[in-house]
């Protein structure tokens, strides 16, 4: 989301907030006008969960509205078992006529909704909230809705995500679809929006979240800690970290604030690693551009999560990937890298849907294995992409050919994150340099982020920029690399041939 090409559209010509009864004189000539026929439902209809049309989620975002920002106020008891006291205030613009505001909500109590400073009436249907304005709200028009609810940071059965409970407080893990389980929103990348966080939490705790702070707050036993972005922000990437925490600050290129949030206790043990960010950084500008937020820092969280996530300007890694003496350093290194590189794929250019996570997952793992090779000279890219062919019709069968994953199998915590999306993506981009070329693949990876800064963009806008960049029709191409049952033979490697799995030994 950009927002001032959306100022551009306002149909309206004053700048300023329009007042109820401006409004409902705007309803009603536009009721008269269209017969009520652009009304998203029928007066009188049951509540009902809308979507967005995800492939892969359908259930995720909501029609008739693009969210300019939130607002988030959570109140922190100091116990990991008590849901948080929250008010999420949401400012947008409506691009519909609206009876009912669909929200995605589902893990927490709503206490009080309401539009433009009026009650609503509210309701759950599926995993929305379902809120009725007292007047429907014109197409076209700013609206903000305030929910005042409880967030709760135990996770419903057999659903993950959302608040992660880490040994000293809390961190946020929503990708893919669980940034409604902590509080209301429009939840799909497609709907990029600013974020103010103020977390109010027991002083002694410390709390950080996406951006840069803009107030510390202490007032008798508590302290309130507000963050803001100055980059719009897919809802899956948001971060709110409280906890007994360091915060570090260092400095990155061109003087980018560089701040990592660990353990106080782990502060000087996880040093080493920390320290490595500025020149990962550096090494990442090196060949894609600028970084593109105000930050960048990892957040370390005392659990086991099983994963590490790109949340905006601060990345969620577990403790273990530092302290587990097992893995050689080049490999935690090329995953800081991984998240770092995120930062540019992904986040300043979201996906459109979620089918495509391939350009996040394959660009992250692409500049993994790339500083794996340039900083560790044993393991070379093309080995790994070698090695990612002999697997990549099993990871097909699997999950899908890259462009079009499977849907993630209910209850399986892995959910869409499976090899095809990432090894099995970079082989694409892998195959893709050996098409074209690396002098038009650098440039299609700089243009491509460039066009998109702060933006959403999908695959075939990739596949139109890849085919304008090195002046050929790539569709064929893409075709079959993206959505072919079987992987096609890769250019300039006839030789690479699918490798059977090594047969398991009896158990
Ligand atoms: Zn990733």
């Known amino acids: 989301m950009l927002l001032s090409p959306r100022a551009q559209a306002r149909p309206y010509r004053s700048g300023t907030r329009r007042t ?10 536009a009721l008269l006008a269209s017969a009520v ?3 998203l439902v029928a007066a009188g209809a049951p509540p009902t969960p809308l979507g967005v049309g995800d492939r892969l989620f359908p259930h995720l975002g909501n029609p008739g509205y693009d969210v300019a920002s939130y607002d988030l106020a959570l109140t922190y008891s100091g116990s990991n078992t008590e849901p948080l006291q929250a008010v999420t205030t949401i400012d947008g613009w409506t691009t519909d006529t609206l009876e009912r505001i669909n929200l995605d909500f589902a893990h927490g109590d709503v206490q009080s ?3 433009d400073g009026e009650t609503a009436d509210f309701a759950t249907a599926g995993e929305d909230l379902v809120i009725t304005p007292a007047d429907p709200l014109p197409r076209g028009d700013w609206m903000r809705v305030t929910v005042r609810h409880t967030s ?4 419903a059965k057999g ?3 959302g608040w992660v409970r880490t040994a000293d407080g809390l961190a946020m893990a929503n990708q893919a679809d669980a940034a409604h389980l902590v509080f209301p929103c429009n939840d799909h990348p497609s709907d990029k929006a600013m974020f103010t966080v103020r977390v109010t939490a027991p002083n002694g705790y410390t709390a950080v979240a996406n951006g840069l702070p803009t107030d510390v707050d202490r007032a008798g036993r508590a302290t309130t800690w507000t963050y803001r972005t100055l980059h719009p922000m897919a809802t899956e990437l948001a971060q709110v970290s409280i906890g007994r925490s360091a915060v570090l600050h260092r400095e990155g290129p061109h003087g980018l604030p560089v701040r990592d949030v660990v353990p106080a206790k782990d502060r000087e043990a996880l040093e080493p690693w920390l320290k490595k960010t500025p020149d990962q950084i550096a090494w990442m500008e090196s060949k894609v551009g600028p970084y593109p937020f105000e930050t960048y820092g990892v957040l370390v969280a005392d659990t086991v999560t099983g994963f590490e996530l790109e949340t905006q300007t601060l990345s969620l890694f577990e403790k273990g990937l530092f302290t587990e003496p097992a893995y050689p350093k080049w490999y935690v290194e090329s995953i800081m890298v991984h998240e770092l590189a995120h930062q540019w794929f992904g986040n300043s250019v979201s996906p459109r849907t979620w089918s495509d996570l391939w350009l996040n997952e394959g660009h992250a ?3 993994e294995a790339l500083y794996a090779q340039e900083k560790k000279d044993d393991r070379t890219l093309e080995a790994r992409m070698k090695a990612a062919y002999g697997a990549s019709d099993r990871w097909r069968t699997a999950g899908g050919p890259p462009g079009a994953p499977k849907p993630p199998a209910p209850g399986q915590k892995i959910g869409i994150f499976r090899a095809n999306v990432y090894d099995g993506a970079a082989l694409v981009l892998f195959a893709l340099r050996e098409e074209i070329g690396v002098e038009a693949f650098d440039r299609l990876e700089r243009t491509w982020l460039t066009d ?7 695959t075939a806008d990739f596949v139109r920029l890849a085919g304008q960049v090195s002046g050929r029709d790539l569709g064929s191409f893409f075709q079959h690399w993206l959505y072919d049952e079987k992987t096609p033979p890769m250019p300039g490697h006839p030789e690479w041939k699918p490798v059977a799995p090594a047969v398991k030994a009896p158990e």
């Open 113 to 115: 909704v309401q539009v």
């Open 20 to 29: 109820r009864s401006t409004r409902s004189r705007g309803l009603a000539s």
């Open 452 to 458: 998109h800064r702060d933006g959403t963009a999908g």
């Open 37 to 39: 026929s652009v009304c």
């Open 365 to 367: 793992t692409w500049y």
């Open 152 to 155: 709760d940071p135990v996770s």
């Open 159 to 161: 659903r993950d995500g």
